[in-house]
């Protein structure tokens, strides 16, 4: 996590902040979306 660059780090962390908050799916999905194509590997733990 740590060897990522800034950028996909805090897209990173948005994401995981956008989760928590349960915000609106298409900005999850955007997000996703963006993700992938930066071909970040999430890892996000199971509740």
Known sequence: ???LPLTNRLLFLTYVKAKR???EKSF???LRNEIASRKIVIHLKRK
């Open 28 to 30: 999850l999905q955007s």
């Open 21 to 23: 908050l349960s915000l």
């Open 1 to 3: 996590m740590k060897n």
